[in-house]
Every structure is written in C-alpha cells, then in structure tokens.
C-alpha cells in the first residue's frame, strides 16, 4: 500500500492544467467505436478507468491506435463489433461498465462485463432494468456485476428515470441507436449530457428539452476529431486548494465548463469564494474556459436539490472547504454518494472525526461544523481506494497543522494520474 505526507506553504501563485475528462474521454472512445471513419481525440484522458474503456473496444474488434499524443479510432460503423473471446473488464469504472452495457444490449452476440471489487459492489440493475425493457436479456448477480449479455434486436422506450443518473442515461441513449423506434428518457433532475452532445456533434438525431431527450434511430454516425477539455472534477481540487491556501492565486486553464457540471463554481461563489471564469469559448460542442480562485474566506452553506447531480463528484472537495469554512454546511439530496466507488458519506465522516472536525451523518448526505479557518488536527487517512477521497484530503491536507498522511494513493490513478505531481507543484 502506497502512502503520502502532504504539506503546504504560503504564496502560491501558479496557472496549471488538468488531464482530460474523464467522462468526454470514455464517450469519445465508445462512440468513436461505432462511428463509420476515423476519429482522432487530442487530450484523451490516460488514466486505469479509460484505458480499459479502450482495451474493451480492441477486444469487440476495433481498431484504436495511439500516435504521438493522439488516440485514433478506425470505425466501421453500428454493427460492425465482434463476439469477444473473454470477459470484458472495467477495472474500477462505473462509467464503462454501465454505458458499454448499452451497447452490449443491442448486439448479435454474448458477452460478459464486469469489475474490480468496488465495481462489483455497485448497483447495475439501473441499467439492466430498461435495457431489459428494451428488449436485451441479461444474466447478472441479482443486480450486480459480474453480468452477462445475452443482446437482442431492441425496441424504442419512454423510460422515466427513478434517479438523476447520467450513465443509466448514457446507457439508454446509445442501445437507443440501435432500435427500432424513437426513445425518449425523462429525467427527475438534469444530469451532465456529454452524451447528448458527442453523439449530436457526430450526426445522431437527438432533441433535448429541460429534462427530456428523445432519440430518433437511424441516423449514421461519423467519424469526428474531438479535442477533450481538461475535467472539472479534476480541476475541483485546486480550485479548493486555491481558497484555502493563503496568499494563493490558481489559474487551471482549458476546463470544461458545460451547465451540467459547473455546480462547484455556484456553490464556491455561495460561500463566499473568489472565484472567476476567463477566456470561454466552445469546443466540439463543450464550452471551456480558465477558472481563476484565489484565497477567501468562505462561510457555511446548503447543497441540495438540482445542483446535487452538477456537483455530485466534488462533494468529497466542498465538504473539505466547508470543514474549513466559518458556520455549519448543510448537504441534502445527496443519496446516491452511497453508491459511488465507496459509501461517500461513510468514508468522508470517519476521516473527518480524524482531523478534529465535527459532522454529523445523514441518511441522504452530511451537516459539517466548519473551524473558521483553525488547521486541521495532524492524522492518517484512509482513502478506503476511492480516488476522489483520497485527493479531497490532499487539499485537506495543504491547511493542517503538519500536513497529514494519506494511505492508499495508487486509487488516484484511476481517474487522475497527474494529481500528486500537480499538487507537489503548488
Ligand atoms: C458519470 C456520471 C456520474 C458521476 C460519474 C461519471 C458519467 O455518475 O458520478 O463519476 O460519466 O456519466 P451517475 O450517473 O451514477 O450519477
């Protein structure tokens, strides 16, 4: 098990860049796979989670190359994958596991999915479920992976989703390419839509409305070249760093600032955090800009209702700056933390009760009692191998006393293999 000490100095003035997103970079390479031509993607994101995302779509037979720093892509269209040979593995990605899922349902083959032991601790019956409605069938274990496809020429759904879930919606969407009529999906609360506009910026014929997309089949998909912009989700943790390091001014530049995911900036704004956006424009699709933070003084607040899904990755960073805030921060609505690679609630509050902060645990999220900018008490971490608990307590770790000891880091590869040699930069 790999271990870091983390600590900080004052005076951080610096401009830096994070890797790819992770979620652009998983659907770039899924769609690229059964567009029809060669699609190039600069800034693909290099991390365990993606790169098996492409190994599966080698073994369904496509033909995905790395020149330079460039991935390319040699599709051959909708139908043109093949039965593969093994098992199909994700490692620790609930973000492949579910939306290849959907692309499973809808071929003329068998195949079984699965992935590492957190993977197969997640909920897949969100998926199984309309993707069953749809016509698939699927052996799985009672809900959970290791699952087994049996795929099926499928049929168009109206499918009103129980939780704001943009993989079960990804999943939907693309075996929806597949059918045989229109698809439409309703969503209780509106959830990152990189899949609505990858597969639009590719030629699919999609209508989105507030919390509605229908999906009309039969379009090709073609060939594109895709820049990915750097991963909000990624960016969060130096945005954080930012407002809690004195005398700190960070600017992370070239970040994916699309409506769906920019709820840190609200929330950060909210608590009173220095936070500017520059230099927006817009890329495939995707609206990118620089993110400006600098040292503030932040006060508590509430999280909850429709900004959940907008922040739902960086819960693990905001509460960080809410222990570290002035007055309590209250998170509600936010449930589905239970299910993420750890229980998030669980693995956040045992490491808060470490480093001297007072939380109290709620069914559907937290109550945190801020220190008013007091360090943070000197302790060990646990990251339990999740990779966001592991770098939300690195930016913990740049306002504690000593700094503090974070076991369990190899997770961190997962979604952001550069983080530690960034952090080190600041
Ligand atoms: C993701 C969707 C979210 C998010 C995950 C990535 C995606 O999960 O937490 O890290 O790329 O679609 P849910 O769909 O389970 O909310």
């Known amino acids: 098990m790999k271990k870091i000490h983390i600590s900080s100095k004052e005076n951080c003035v610096k401009k830096i860049e994070v890797q790819g997103d992770k979620s652009i970079s998983h659907r770039a390479i899924i769609i690229g796979s059964i567009a029809d031509g060669i699609t190039r993607i600069e800034n693909f994101l290099e991390a365990e989670d993606t790169l098996n995302t492409v190994n599966i779509f080698r073994q369904l037979g496509v033909k995905i190359v790395k020149t330079g720093k460039n991935y390319y892509i040699y599709g051959n269209g909708l139908y043109s994958l093949r039965e593969p040979t093994e098992t199909l593995y994700v490692g620790n990605s609930g973000t492949a596991i579910r939306l290849i899922l959907g692309i499973l349902a ?148 070239n970040v994916n600032i699309n409506p769906t995911r920019t709820g840190i900036i609200d929330i950060v704004k909210k608590m009173g955090g220095k936070i500017k956006i520059k230099n927006k424009k817009n890329i495939n699709n995707e609206p990118v800009g620089d993110i400006e933070v600098s040292s503030s003084k932040l006060k508590g607040t509430v999280i909850k209702g429709d900004i959940i899904p907008r922040l739902i990755d960086e819960i693990p960073v905001i509460s960080i700056a809410a222990a570290f805030a002035k007055g309590k921060t209250v998170i509600s609505d936010a449930k589905e933390l239970r299910v993420k690679e750890t229980d998030r609630i669980k693995t956040m509050i045992k490491n808060f009760k470490r480093i001297g902060i007072k939380v109290v645990e709620k069914e559907d999220g937290m109550i945190i009692w801020g220190n008013d900018g007091t360090p943070f008490k000197y302790a060990d971490i646990d990251s339990f191998s999740d990779h966001r608990i592991a770098m939300a307590f690195s930016v913990a770790a740049l306002v504690s006393d000593n700094g503090l000891l974070i076991k369990d880091i190899e997770c961190v590869n997962t979604s952001f293999p550069e983080f530690f040699n960034i952090i080190n930069s600041l």
């Open 106 to 253: 809808a071929q003329p083959f068998t195949s079984t999915i699965t992935g590492d032991t957190q993977i197969i601790k997640r909920p897949m019956a969100r998926v199984i479920e309309p993707l069953t409605m749809m016509g698939a069938k699927f052996v799985s274990n009672n809900g959970y992976a290791p699952v087994k496809v049996q795929g099926n020429n499928l049929n168009g759904i109206t499918y009103k989703m129980p939780v704001a879930s943009a993989q079960v919606k990804s999943s939907i969407l693309l075996a929806a390419l597949y059918a045989s009529s229109v698809t439409e999906i309703i969503e209780p609360m509106k959830s990152r839509d990189h899949t609505e506009r990858l597969l639009k910026y590719f030629g699919a014929k999609i209508i989105t409305g507030k919390k509605s997309i229908k999906l009309f089949p039969g379009s090709k998909l073609k060939g594109e070249k895709i820049f990915i912009p750097g991963d909000i989700s990624s960016a969060a943790f130096f945005i954080i760093s930012g407002l809690l390091m004195k005398k700190s001014k960070i600017t992370i530049k």
